[in-house]
């Protein structure tokens, strides 16, 4: 009876050995452990990709909850048709544009290895963007001469919202961040502009294609990033 007993206990201590072994090398476990090591992401908005817009972040984890992030903002679009003022004449159309976006997240979920999981943020945004417009304008000291003329007209976007999203993290590393969210913009440019020569003489002032105006608008982020 003594040999059935003190087998059945070194068995059993064999099983909870083996068992602990299985659990420290299981793949979750394994997981997680590299997961808790990650503070920095880098991320592409490919939302903002499809306006014609480059919007790079870099966030970086404060407390095992909190993290604070920078993006910056860009954008080139250049266009030429033969439509406009004279549309027998090319034209051409730029708009540039630049700005920055800090933000702070919090991830609620304890224990998720952030950034991991959902998370609830604040965010302010400015933003400058130029129209700049090149084409034949009639000179208005000789209605029948054709000059080269351009307008342009700077305006500024500032918004403050929050956002409701979850971050992916793919084989530790790829990173899908989903976010929807609301913000308040203001949004600021002259009434007016001047269309001049290329020298700078003033030919006409035409009425400005934005107006001054704040409103209320949804936001959105598809982003693809990298953490380490």
Do not use: C
């Not at 009876?1 to 003190?6: G, Q, S």
């Not at 679009?77 to 159309?93: I, V």
């Not at 009639?138 to 001469?145: H, K, R």
């Not at 993290?169 to 899908?176: A, D, G, M, P, T």
Request: no cysteine; charged share 15%; hydrophobic share 35%.
């Amino acid at each position: 009876m003594k040999k059935i007993i003190l087998t059945t206990a070194v068995f059993m201590q064999v099983f909870a050995l083996l068992a602990q072994t299985t659990i420290n090398k299981s793949p979750e476990k394994k997981k997680n452990v590299e997961l808790s090591e990650v503070k920095n992401v880098i991320r592409l908005n490919l939302a903002e990709v499809f306006a014609q817009t480059v919007s790079i972040h870099y966030e970086r984890m404060i407390t095992d909850n909190v993290s604070i992030s920078l993006g910056v903002i860009g954008k080139y679009n250049s266009t030429s048709s033969r439509s406009g003022f004279n549309s027998q004449y090319s034209k051409s159309e730029v708009t540039s544009g630049f700005g920055m976006m800090p933000e702070v997240r919090f991830y609620p979920i304890p224990n998720y290895f952030a950034p991991r999981g959902m998370y609830i943020s604040g965010f302010y945004n400015y933003y400058s963007e130029t129209f700049e417009e090149k084409a034949k304008e009639y000179d208005p000291n000789n209605t029948s001469v054709l000059v080269d003329a351009k307008g342009s007209i700077n305006t500024t976007f500032s918004s403050i919202g929050g956002t409701l999203g979850w971050v992916f993290r793919i084989q530790n590393s790829f990173v899908i961040d989903l976010g929807f969210g609301l913000a308040f913009q203001n949004t600021q440019s002259p009434e007016t502009y001047n269309y001049s020569t290329l020298s700078g003489t003033v030919i006409s002032t035409r009425n400005s294609p934005n107006t001054n105006e704040a409103s209320l608008k949804g936001v959105g982020r598809f982003s693809l990033g990298y953490a380490f």
